[in-house]
């Protein structure tokens, strides 16, 4: 829908989850094209479903778009864990400020179902990242 609605409205932003995040950037062109025509992202969803929010050695069931994460999306997490753990960046704080790195996405939504969950997410975000590491990425 948002290709439709950027070729017949002026829209300052959406509010979606879209699949830009660590494991999947398929929305790029029309993060693109959101910026060229001077619309915003805020977007939601930064974790895929939390499976980045932990990573594949967290206790529980890894999930991935409302289900069980198949094995390719398991392997794909692992390789980004490796990058993290070289530069010691925890991959929370990289799913989180990754959307942040496009020009047109100006906010990120996380789910947060808690005031301590703010509080993480805030520290989060402030977490710094070495260049080096999207460079590897």
């Known amino acids: 829908m948002m290709p439709r609605f ?5 829209l300052d932003f959406f509010l979606v989850a879209m699949r830009y995040t660590l494991l999947e950037q398929d929305s790029l062109d029309l993060l693109d094209r959101c910026r060229e025509a001077g619309t915003s992202i805020i977007a ?3 974790y895929n479903t939390g499976l980045l929010a932990g ?3 967290r206790a529980g069931a890894l999930r991935y778009d409302y289900g069980a994460a198949p094995t390719h999306i398991i392997e794909r997490v692992t390789r980004i864990e490796e990058v993290c753990d070289r530069h010691g960046v925890l991959i929370a704080a990289a799913a989180l ?3 942040l790195g496009h020009p047109a996405v100006a906010s990120v939504l996380p789910g947060i179902g808690s005031a301590a969950r703010c509080a993480e997410t805030i520290a989060l975000l402030r977490r710094p990242i070495p260049p080096e590491f999207w460079e590897d990425l």
């Not at 950027?6 to 002026?10: G, K, P, R, T």
């Open 55 to 57: 990573g594949t050695r």
């Open 97 to 99: 400020q990754f959307p």
């Open 44 to 46: 939601g969803g930064p």
């Open 6 to 10: 950027l070729d017949a409205l002026d």
